[in-house]
């Protein structure tokens, strides 16, 4: 599946992160996202359900949102 990427960037930018810290806040909050799915994700190609749950999780939205379609 397919997020919407410039969306993820500005959650992760607003946040202050780099896409290493957001790997290792999601593993510290207990959703696994490895660092090469976030740049995955970023630069716009398909990543799995799970990760993109994990993401939406973590941020505390919904999946659809981070798909960029209204909840």
Known sequence: MRIDAHYLKQL????GLSQERLADGCIDAGHY???SSIKRAEAGKCILYRTA??????FNISVESLMGKDD
């Open 53 to 58: 749950g994990n993401l939406a999780r973590y």
């Open 33 to 35: 996202v490895s660092l």
């Open 12 to 15: 992760r930018r607003y946040r």
